[in-house]
């Protein structure tokens, strides 16, 4: 079983930063890749962004140029780095890994419970 676990979630003004963190744990052979994805109230959850183990990132185009996506994808880490919020990225954020539990299994997608990201004045 993988478990992801993550934190850094809070209330912050518009403008300002937070930085999340995730850690994947458990029966884990190998990460093909982790990302962050979020869901607002209402809408549908929605890519944020991924990171791959050579090292590739994707973004949504609403946050290029402002969030930055890093970690180890081989160490089972990554983080996001929010940089001038705006209230629309008022969300739950969740991280998720496209891993494998083992040898013999093949590839699966595994969730965090998710953290609450609210930006506000």
């Known amino acids: 079983q993988v478990q992801l676990v993550e934190s850094g979630g809070g209330l912050v003004q518009p403008g300002g930063s937070l930085r999340l963190s995730c850690a994947a744990s458990g029966s884990i052979f190998r990460v093909n890749d982790m990302g962050w994805y979020r869901q607002a109230p209402g809408k549908q959850r929605e890519l944020v962004a991924l990171i791959t183990s050579g090292g590739s990132t994707n973004y949504a185009d609403s946050v290029k140029g402002r969030f930055t996506i890093s970690g180890d994808v081989a160490k089972n880490t990554v983080f996001l780095q929010m940089n001038s919020l705006k209230p629309e990225d008022t969300a739950v954020y969740y991280c998720?890994?496209?891993?494998?539990?083992?040898?013999?299994?093949?590839?699966?997608?595994?969730w965090g419970q998710g953290t609450q990201v609210t930006v506000s004045s």
């Open positions: 998720n890994a496209h891993a494998q539990p083992s040898a013999r299994s093949g590839y699966d997608l595994y």
